[in-house]
C-alpha cells in the first residue's frame, strides 16, 4: 500500500522522509520537551536548541506549507535565542 508517511508528509523530500530519519527528529523534539518541562539545563543539548527548532519547523513545513508560513509570522525563536547567546 501506499507509504504513510507520503499521506503525513506530502511537502517534505522523498530523501528526507524516511520512517529512520522523521522518528529520529520526532524524537529529539520531544527529549528537548522533556528537557524543558523538566527544567532541566538545555543549552548545551545535542542536538543544539537551534536544530531542533529547525527540526520542528521541518515537519511542520512537511505537513503544511501554510501551516508552516503562518508558524514563521509568529515564530520568536530566532531572536529570542540570539539574545540568549549574547548574555
Do not use: C
Request: hydrophobic share 45%; charged share 25%; proline share 6%.
Amino acid at each position: 500500500g501506499r507509504n504513510p508517511l507520503v499521506s503525513l508528509f506530502p511537502n517534505m523530500a522523498p530523501a528526507l522522509r524516511t520512517r529512520e530519519l522523521v522518528f529520529a527528529r520526532l524524537r529529539a523534539i520531544k527529549t528537548l520537551r522533556n528537557r524543558i518541562a523538566h527544567h532541566e539545563p538545555i543549552w548545551k543539548a545535542a542536538p543544539t536548541v537551534d536544530e531542533v527548532h529547525r527540526m520542528s519547523v521541518e515537519i511542520v513545513r512537511g505537513m503544511s506549507v501554510a501551516a508552516a508560513d503562518e508558524l514563521a509570522k509568529i515564530d520568536r525563536f530566532s531572536s529570542i535565542y540570539a539574545q540568549g547567546l549574547k548574555r
